[in-house]
């Protein structure tokens, strides 16, 4: 079973950054596939950003937009999610989430096509 632990969230205003990281423990594979998604009151989960296992192919959702970069240290199997010029839009719990790929360079941007989820982090954008 492999759990994810995110860290990183809070409170900032708008224009400011964060730096999420999502560790995953008991014996995940460095080739997993992750994903960071958000969920803010009232809506529905929506996909962030996702990267392959190799750590070279990502995936970002359109309202992105630059503004977040997502990376991985294979090595000590953590992802991060760099966001800056944030929103009070961007207010959302985060999430981080893997799953074991079809193949290596596999990216996902689905939530249902992922097997692991962590408990979120709150980031609150104070405008």
């Known amino acids: 079973q492999v759990q994810l632990h995110e860290s990183g969230g809070g409170l900032v205003q708008a224009g400011g950054s964060l730096r999420l990281s999502c560790v995953a423990s008991?014996?995940?594979?460095?080739?997993?596939?992750m994903g960071w998604f958000r969920q803010a009151p009232g809506k529905e989960r929506e996909f962030v950003a996702s990267?392959?296992?190799?750590?070279?192919?990502?995936y970002n959702a359109d309202f992105v937009q630059g503004r977040f970069i997502i990376d991985s240290d294979s090595a000590d199997n953590i992802v991060y999610l760099q966001m800056n010029s944030l929103k009070p839009g961007d207010t959302a719990v985060y999430y981080c989430?893997?799953?074991?790929?079809?193949?290596?360079?596999?990216?996902?941007?689905?939530?249902?096509?992922?097997?692991?989820w962590g408990q979120g982090t709150q980031v609150t954008v104070d405008s």
């Open positions: 989430a893997a799953r074991n790929p079809h193949f290596q360079t596999a990216v996902y941007r689905e939530a249902t096509e992922y097997e692991y």
């Open positions: 008991g014996r995940p594979s460095s080739s997993y596939a």
């Open positions: 990267i392959d296992g190799t750590g070279r192919y990502i």
